[in-house]
């Protein structure tokens, strides 16, 4: 029986520890067991990734030019964000390891296409409008405050209250 690869690398401890725990927790809300059991996941936080890759984070499919569904991931995140927003980042990032996960979304190496549900989606689309970014939007907020409540319940830390909106005078560490 296979068990999920999880692994976090650079941030800081604490950083690389709320990911893992987010990770595992989230994943059963998304995906059935026995496909989590198959995946591989590498955490890379990064920091100032926002500033040189012009995104705060990134699903990479290591394997997706192999036979079958991909289940090999690379996550990147800035690690210089407000910890709300790296977790909430990464929530964002899981629901695009689901689709890939499970085929929902298809892409291809070879001619650049994407295919949502087995349909071609226009390169010309505008990135927000895309369907699996629709998707992984709806459910970043939700995965992360659903981790909060099973993991802390009522208890407020200061880190629970950090705004998550996008702009940098909210990411940026103080």
């Not at 012009?54 to 690690?79: A, K, Q, T």
């Not at 087995?118 to 659903?146: C, F, M, Q, S, T």
């Amino acid at each position: 029986m296979s068990t999920l690869t999880l692994r976090a690398v650079g941030g800081t401890a604490q950083q690389r520890q709320m990911c893992r725990d987010l990770v595992r927790f989230a994943l059963p809300h998304l995906m059935k067991q026995s496909l989590i059991n198959n995946l591989s996941i590498r955490i890379n936080l990064k920091k100032d990734y926002v500033a040189r890759e012009g995104c705060y984070g990134l699903c990479d499919v290591n394997d997706i030019e192999g036979r079958g569904r991909p289940r090999s991931f690379s996550l990147s995140v800035d690690s210089s964000m407000l910890i709300r927003h790296i977790l909430t980042t990464i929530a964002h990032e899981l629901v695009h390891v689901k689709q890939y996960a499970t085929g929902e979304l298809v892409y291809r190496n070879s001619t650049g296409e994407s295919f949502w549900h087995g349909e071609k989606i226009d390169d010309n689309l505008n990135y927000w409008l895309h369907p699996w970014e629709i998707e992984a939007a709806g459910w970043e907020r939700n995965l992360v405050e659903l981790w909060i409540e099973h993991t802390y319940g009522k208890k407020e830390l200061k880190w629970m209250q950090e705004l998550h909106y996008h702009g940098e005078q909210y990411w940026r560490s103080r």
